[in-house]
């Protein structure tokens, strides 16, 4: 009876542990692209199964382990720890190989000089055992999940073993998050270049269709310009050296203010002034917030009026070149 008995604990805790993985797979397939239900639900069964007052997962950020998702009542008020063999979860995560604490008020605790001062942290100096697995992807050190007691109960060999597989369970998770947001950035960079590739055919349609004419050639490129750059207007300038300056031939999406500001006066070729610095380094020259550039200011004060005229604050000018 007592054998029956033994194999029948044994049986129904493998059906729980199985249904407790099964779960988290379904969490995953159901989550592909957020990560964050399926860490929740690796520490929430993490606690049941494991019979743990808390469980965590924390993730690689730089040289420090963040504290990402947690489960149970003992409290955690950190962001992050510095990643070192001085704690638990630090140690699982650089040896690569589960951590076990039977008691972290004995010797063998007195390893971990980190885990007390963060037991000090969160408020909870009691606790007693600490189980902590790294989570490797293709033997590389990702994270770890620790999980708590607050009495010296350690953690039985299938605990560990089943901690293990939801470990396994979370790299699986991170990793298709990872391959679906490297996908999306690809699609996004052979969108941007498609754009781009477009803009640029347009443009050259336009100059084989109107080779003595320059208007719909510059109108073209300014108008491919605000579209891809996302800008709120665009200008073409031309140096001319009987004036020393530079005047605008080219607009679009120009508010009536400021086009008649341009339309009545050119840009001196002054080299501390952005767009003369663009004429001299024959490179582009960014200004964040020309309210704020003090060689606009200073130099040419009707500058503001492309602020106050035409409503814009950031600008980006960049040389057209012909023999350098």
Same mark, same amino acid.
């Given at each position: 009876?007592?054998?029956?008995?033994?194999?029948?604990?044994?049986?129904?805790?493998?059906?729980?542990?199985?249904?407790?993985?099964?779960?988290?797979?379904?969490?995953?397939?159901?989550?592909?692209?957020?990560?964050?239900?399926?860490? &929740?639900?690796?520490?929430?069964?993490?606690?049941?199964?494991?019979?743990?007052?808390?469980?965590?997962?924390?993730?690689?950020?730089?040289?420090?382990?963040?504290?990402?998702?947690?489960?149970?009542?003992?409290?955690?008020?950190?962001? &992050? +720890?510095?990643?070192?063999?001085? +704690?638990?979860?630090?140690?699982?995560?650089?040896?690569?190989?589960?951590?076990?604490?039977?008691?972290? /008020?004995?010797?063998?605790?007195?390893?971990?000089?980190?885990?007390?001062?963060?037991?000090r942290?969160?408020?909870?100096?009691?606790?007693?055992?600490?189980?902590?697995? =790294?989570?490797?992807?293709?033997?590389?050190?990702?994270?770890?999940?620790?999980?708590?007691?607050t009495?010296?109960?350690?953690?039985?060999? &299938?605990? *560990?073993? /089943?901690?293990?597989?939801?470990?396994?369970?979370?790299?699986?998770?991170?990793?298709?998050?990872? /391959?679906?947001?490297?996908?999306?950035?690809?699609?996004?960079?052979?969108?941007?270049?498609?754009?781009?590739?477009?803009?640029?055919?347009?443009?050259?349609?336009?100059?084989?269709?109107?080779?003595?004419?320059?208007? =719909?050639?510059?109108?073209?490129?300014?108008e491919?310009?605000v579209?891809?750059?996302?800008a709120?207007?665009?200008? /073409?300038?031309?140096?001319?050296?009987?004036?020393?300056?530079?005047?605008?031939?080219?607009?679009?999406?120009?508010?009536?203010? +400021?086009?008649?500001?341009?339309?009545?006066?050119? *840009?001196?070729?002054?080299?501390? *002034?952005?767009?003369?610095?663009?004429?001299?380094?024959?490179?582009?020259?960014?200004?964040?917030?020309?309210?704020?550039?003090?060689?606009? *200011?200073?130099?040419? =004060?009707?500058?503001?009026?492309?602020?106050?005229?035409?409503?814009?604050?950031?600008?980006?000018?960049?040389?057209?070149l012909?023999?350098?």
């Amino acid at each position: 009876f007592d054998e029956v008995q033994a194999k029948t604990r044994d049986l129904s805790e493998a059906l729980t542990y199985q249904t407790g993985s099964g779960n988290i797979l379904s969490v995953i397939a159901s989550s592909p692209t957020d990560v964050e239900p399926v860490l &929740k639900a690796i520490v929430e069964s993490a606690c049941e199964l494991c019979e743990a007052y808390d469980a965590v997962v924390l993730l690689k950020d730089g040289d420090d382990l963040r504290f990402s998702a947690h489960h149970g009542p003992i409290g955690i008020n950190l962001e &992050k +720890w510095p990643i070192s063999r001085n +704690w638990t979860a630090g140690r699982a995560f650089v040896d690569r190989k589960p951590v076990h604490v039977r008691d972290m /008020l004995s010797d063998e605790g007195a390893e971990f000089p980190d885990s007390r001062e963060l037991s000090r942290h969160t408020g909870s100096p009691g606790i007693r055992s600490i189980l902590s697995v =790294p989570l490797l992807r293709e033997n590389e050190s990702i994270g770890t999940i620790l999980l708590r007691r607050t009495e010296v109960q350690p953690f039985t060999d &299938k605990q *560990i073993a /089943l901690l293990q597989t939801f470990a396994d369970q979370a790299v699986i998770a991170l990793g298709n998050v990872r /391959l679906f947001d490297e996908v999306q950035q690809r699609t996004r960079d052979l969108s941007e270049s498609l754009q781009q590739q477009t803009a640029t055919s347009e443009v050259l349609r336009v100059i084989s269709a109107s080779p003595g004419e320059l208007e =719909p050639v510059f109108q073209a490129m300014l108008e491919n310009a605000v579209r891809l750059c996302e800008a709120k207007f665009a200008m /073409l300038f031309l140096y001319e050296e009987k004036e020393n300056g530079f005047r605008a031939v080219g607009k679009c999406n120009l508010p009536p203010a +400021w086009s008649e500001f341009l339309g009545k006066n050119t *840009i001196r070729a002054d080299p501390k *002034i952005p767009l003369g610095r663009v004429a001299m380094t024959k490179r582009p020259v960014q200004i964040a917030d020309v309210l704020v550039d003090q060689s606009y *200011i200073e130099r040419f =004060p009707g500058i503001v009026a492309v602020a106050e005229l035409g409503g814009a604050r950031t600008l980006l000018q960049v040389p057209m070149l012909k023999e350098n």
